[in-house]
């Protein structure tokens, strides 16, 4: 028989006998694995929903758990030596989106396309001939002269709430750059509010000793006037409306991952968006207040399945609605400027998500600079509506979080300033303020601080023409077993038999169907690709092509079998 071992490598398939012990199984994984720096006998195994020490089974027989033919067991280990990142990369497989690699004097940088695409321009806003001009055709003057694409006059007369990054990223550049006629120095500089490490001042390490060479100074925060994302698009509202179905039909909260790409937002100078295609929902449990995440163990595979469409995670999207009662489907408006948009609680939960997916760049020192992951709230607004906002938190707010500076308050619109500790050096931490007197005065953000001073508001919106990139999204959404929905081999049977070759490519092009198939690892990385192909191009070709293959018949005899 043949059993099948889930990795964070892929999966493996290993032939063993129902009276073979577990060891012989986890030899044979190791022989195919072939990772010098693994310990597969110390690592964990899970099997039938248990989890076991590998160590603590290895002379339990197969039989013992009553495992048949195309189990599937998940195994977990620890990779000893951590070989040391030279080239950061971002978590984008770059092969599928045709990025170019950008060199600067350090190392490598892989940024995402659209960061090469306004690396390019320089966002001068140009401005026609006004009434107040007195001069010819040819000439120019301050009413009609072109603007910076950071001018504060331009963005306040359209509404524009904050500079983008590029904006604000050329604007320091000018600055930086502009005496220096050699070497190009990177303008951006990652804060970090953390003791500096190898401290060169003679003392013991931190915390035996400090310095004032290496303790971080005071942090004044202030309100960020520049966003990494400037917009959010969702590419179809019956991605919300499914997303939703799930609160329709249960009452509680619900979240999901966004999966998508960065564009230019051309309503912004040198503006990006990101672009949504789909949600994916990974394991949670879901309350009526709230939702508690489980772990998400094929977080790896969904990446690549994303990649392979030529998606990336661009951020998280949750729920946070209550029925109004009055039976017309209005939501209660507990989110506005006398509550707060975003929790404590949520401001730390979206800064480890920036954190976890950081933005490559080749204009800082170190290859990254803060984030382009997004955080999206569905809840109700002023008129009772169910309304996505959606937020980025500063780099400030980053920085905070990996020093361990913060945490979440009892109160929802105030963030705690940590205490010091023998391991945690907290540095003094202000924020400006205007009185009632309407003058700026700094407040030390001891013991808490107002949200606000973290946060960055983006502007959300859908397509004028809305071009679905996935065609269909009727297949069962992953982890909806709580509400009796569950995924199965019948309904990817349903949705891939039909002869007619467009409602074939139709149902194909649904990125939780992509997922399933896939997770059933029968089909090699070229047969996915292909499929994916399929979902996004809608070309019968490719069809012809994908039936030809030896990965697609098995799916199908495996489709066959049910019957
Ligand atoms: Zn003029
Ligand atoms: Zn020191």
């Known amino acids: 028989m043949i059993l099948r071992l889930r990795t964070r490598d892929g999966m493996f398939r290993v032939k063993t006998e129902p009276d073979s012990e577990i060891k012989t199984v986890i030899s044979n994984l190791e022989t195919q694995l072939k990772k010098k720096n693994v310990d597969l006998f110390h690592s964990k195994i899970s099997i039938n929903g248990s989890t076991f020490n590998v160590e603590d089974i290895l002379y339990n027989k197969n039989s013992d758990f009553d495992l048949k033919h195309g189990a599937i067991l998940t195994l977990t280990f620890e990779e000893s030596a951590v070989i040391p990142e030279t080239r950061p990369t971002s978590t984008v497989d770059s092969s599928f989106l045709g990025k170019d690699s950008v060199t600067s004097d350090e190392f490598s940088v892989t940024q995402f396309p659209v960061d090469d695409l306004l690396d390019k321009k320089d966002g001068i806003i140009k401005r026609k001939r006004t009434s107040l001009c007195r001069h010819s055709d040819k000439g120019m003057c301050e009413y009609c002269s072109p603007l910076p694409p950071w001018d504060s006059n331009y963005l306040n007369e359209h509404n524009i709430k904050h500079k983008s990054f590029h904006a604000y990223l050329n604007e320091l550049n000018e600055s930086t750059n502009k005496a220096s006629g050699s070497s190009y120095i990177p303008p951006l500089k990652e804060l970090s509010f953390e003791v500096a490490k190898n401290c060169t001042g003679g003392h013991k390490p931190w915390p035996q000793g400090i310095c004032s060479k290496c303790q971080p100074s005071a942090i004044t925060l202030q309100l960020q006037d520049f966003r990494m994302v400037d917009h959010v698009e969702m590419s179809d509202p019956q991605l919300i409306n499914n997303f939703i179905e799930s609160w329709r039909s249960s009452g509680s ?292 092509e994908l039936f030809e293959t030896p990965g697609w018949k098995t799916v199908m005899a495996l489709m066959t079998v049910l019957e």
């Open 253 to 544: 909260q619900r979240l999901g991952i966004l999966y998508g790409t960065y564009e230019e937002y051309t309503s912004v100078p040198l503006g990006i968006k990101a672009v949504v295609h789909a949600i994916y929902e990974p394991p949670q449990a879901d309350e009526l207040d709230g939702i508690t995440l489980s772990d998400w163990e094929n977080e790896e595979h969904i990446n690549r399945v994303a990649n392979l469409c030529g998606l990336t995670k661009v951020g998280v999207i949750f729920t946070d609605l209550i029925d109004a009662g009055n039976g017309d489907g209005t939501v209660i408006c507990k989110r506005h400027k006398d509550s707060y948009f975003l929790s404590s609680l949520e401001i730390m939960f979206a800064a480890r998500g920036q954190i976890k997916n950081p933005n490559y760049t080749k204009h800082s020192k170190s290859g990254k600079f803060s984030s382009k992951f997004v955080t999206c709230v569905l809840s109700g607004n002023l008129n009772q509506e169910i309304e996505i906002s959606s937020y980025q938190v500063s780099a400030s707010a980053e920085s905070l979080v990996r020093a361990d500076l913060i945490s979440a308050s009892t109160h929802p619109g105030m963030v705690f300033v940590n205490e010091k500790t023998t391991n945690r050096y907290v540095p003094d931490i202000f924020f400006k303020e205007t009185n009632r007197y309407d003058i700026v005065v700094k407040k030390n953000a001891k013991p808490a601080f107002p949200n606000d001073y973290l946060l960055v508001a983006l502007t959300h919106g859908f397509p004028d023409n809305p071009n679905n990139f996935f065609k269909s999204n009727k297949f069962t959404v992953e982890n909806r077993q709580y509400i009796g929905k569950f995924q199965d081999i019948g309904g990817l049977k349903n949705y891939t038999e039909s002869k007619d070759l467009n409602i074939f490519m139709e149902n194909l092009s649904d990125f939780h169907l992509l997922c399933f198939l896939f997770e059933l690892e029968m089909l090699n990385t070229k047969e996915k690709k292909l499929c994916c192909d399929i979902a996004i191009k809608q070309d019968p070709r490719l069809c012809y």
